[in-house]
């Protein structure tokens, strides 16, 4: 990647970011409400995607892993980059022939019969391209993208000098997110992407976990052509699954076929193991005997055998109404901050959970909504990325079902499913889940309507506690932007004393930097140090 190109990208990514910045300090100058606030996010995440067409590469990945991170960003943000697509030009194919001749040290026709010049799909990290080996097999051939090394590096450092800015000027609003925090997710989910051998990994590993299952297929790869920077698989025919035209066509119909995506989907979902984190309609395809096709596995999660005990146990704990072992699986699962109180969190989900569905006739749900949002940002709680990848893959998954059957049907398909996945376990824990889900309303508890009446001042009390540490947040910050502008008024000073040759105007301004920039770093640390208490979201 040449040094202008370099020089061109970062230019206008940090130029998008100053006016992000300015953006955020006027609102917040100004105390903007609420509602002003949202408009101003939907304006960010417009500017933000329209950078990111114009630019392509590696920022389209970028935006897709944010709009995955709704827990933490702003809605009007997440409304703008939900629906980014992964699609960018395909590269000259000089360049792609240069890379498969290095990574295979020499002319092509050593290993293939033919190759198709014109790629059947491009995204920001690989390119597909459809070839024929030596003996006759169709493959299809997934190759890095040309300079994507130099691009990442380039817009990797942009990135951090946008979050060190960030972290150290911005007044961001509050219920924001750990900037540092979700810049290292976004680089190791990256660069795991962009190992084509982990690709290849995750693919061996989704063979052998439906070895022998004939209503699931999984490409094979070849190994002896694969390389870091080229996966060569197996070319696999499919529908989309939402070729309506297509799906009608099939020898199943599809009831049968939405039946067949779940028994696919729910052991990786609740089994340890990897799990298919990215199963969009591109990916997920189905043959025309009604086999599904799983492709693409550059975006994984794993559900580990810890993981999978202590979400089984919280379930278990919730339903049976024993907080103390559900706030202990929380905190094992990295849900709750260490300065999260064991019996404050139990008596939050005993009064949370003990109201029934008779009683929401009679609440205003508009409030009741407002409340609860207050109440999950003053609490100390997070998302782990494992699970956000997970919640990723089940709401995909779900949008392609609603397209195949109803919620009714869905509901009659999933339990003789879910029935039969039991049996296959043998866990009477699952069971219990199961049977007491069918014989009692989701939100039945045998709570009072007097305990649940309790419920706003619970919410009350955690208000104040966050108003007040809020307050003094704001402080601080205050304090800190204050002297952050004194310092720049300073420095004028100092350029205008020198300019002017007037000694009092430039002593003055020295004196005037000194104290700023000493009473900055003072604050500086204090509100470092006050955040050591605060929710992680307003790091």
Avoid at 58 to 73: N, P
Avoid at 120 to 137: M, P, R
Avoid at 347 to 362: D, M, N
Avoid at 402 to 420: C, G, Y
Wanted: charged letters at 25%; aromatic letters at 10%.
């Amino acid at each position: 990647m040449k040094s202008k190109s370099k020089l061109k990208r970062m230019s206008k990514v940090l130029s998008m970011a100053f006016v992000i910045f300015i953006q955020i300090y006027w609102y917040k100058i100004r105390k903007k409400p609420e509602a002003d606030w949202e408009k101003l996010w939907d304006i960010i995440g417009e500017r933000f995607r329209k950078t990111l067409f114009e630019l392509e590469g590696l920022l389209i990945k970028v935006g897709q892993l944010l709009s995955i991170r709704s827990d933490l960003l702003p809605n009007g943000f997440i409304r703008q980059i939900q629906d980014l697509t992964d699609q960018v030009p395909p590269s000259e194919w000089e360049e792609i022939e240069d890379i498969l001749k290095a990574e295979w040290g020499g002319p092509l026709d050593q290993s293939l019969l033919s190759i198709d010049k014109k790629a059947v799909a491009s995204a920001s990290i690989g390119e597909v391209y459809k070839g024929i080996l030596k003996d006759g097999q169709m493959v299809a051939i997934k190759v890095q993208r040309p300079n994507i090394q130099s691009i990442i590096e380039t817009d990797f450092r942009t990135l951090s000098i946008i979050i060190w800015f960030a972290h150290h000027f911005v007044p961001m609003p509050k219920g924001f997110i750990n900037l540092k925090v979700l810049f290292k997710e976004l680089k190791e989910v990256i660069v795991r992407e962009l190992d084509f051998s982990q690709e290849k990994n995750s693919l061996l590993f989704f063979q052998e976990r439906f070895k022998g299952v004939d209503g699931v297929k999984i490409p094979d790869v070849y190994s002896e052509l694969s390389t870091p920077k080229i996966l060569v698989m197996e070319w696999v025919e499919g529908i989309k699954l939402t070729d309506k035209v297509g799906v009608s066509q099939l020898e199943v119909n599809q009831r049968e076929l939405a039946a067949r995506l779940i028994e696919v989907f729910l052991p990786q979902w609740l089994e340890p193991g990897l799990f298919h984190a990215d199963p969009h309609s591109g990916n997920v395809l189905v043959s025309k005997e009604g086999q599904i096709i799983l492709l693409d596995f550059g975006m994984v999660g794993q559900i580990s055998k810890k993981d999978a005990t202590y979400f089984q146990g919280l379930i278990e704990s919730l339903l049976s109404k024993n907080y103390p072992k559900a706030v202990e699986c929380l905190t094992h699962l990295g849900f709750l901050l260490p300065e999260a109180d064991p019996r404050t969190m139990e008596r939050l989900l005993a009064e949370l959970l003990s109201f029934q569905p008779a009683q929401l006739k009679e609440m205003d749900l508009l409030a009741l909504k407002l409340e609860m949002n207050d109440i999950i940002q003053a609490l100390p709680i997070q998302v782990p990325t494992r699970f956000v990848f997970l919640g990723r893959s089940f709401i995909t998954m779900e949008g392609m079902l609603r397209n195949l059957a109803s919620e009714e049907d869905l509901i009659n398909v999933l339990k003789p499913v879910f029935m039969d996945w039991l049996s296959k376990q043998g866990n009477t824990k699952w069971s219990f889940i199961w049977f007491w889900l069918q014989s009692q309303p989701i939100f039945k508890t045998v709570h009072s309507f007097t305990e649940f009446l309790k419920l706003p001042q619970v919410l009350e009390n955690i208000k104040e506690t966050e108003q007040r540490r809020q307050f003094q947040f704001s402080i601080f910050e205050n304090n800190k932007k204050q002297l952050f502008q004194l310092t720049l008024l300073g420095l004028i000073g100092i350029g205008t004393g020198i300019y002017t040759s007037h000694q009092l105007i430039l002593q003055l301004s020295v004196v005037v930097s000194i104290i700023s920039v000493t009473g900055y770093f003072f604050y500086s640390f204090k509100l470092k140090k006050w955040m050591k208490y605060m929710h992680e979201k307003r790091r």
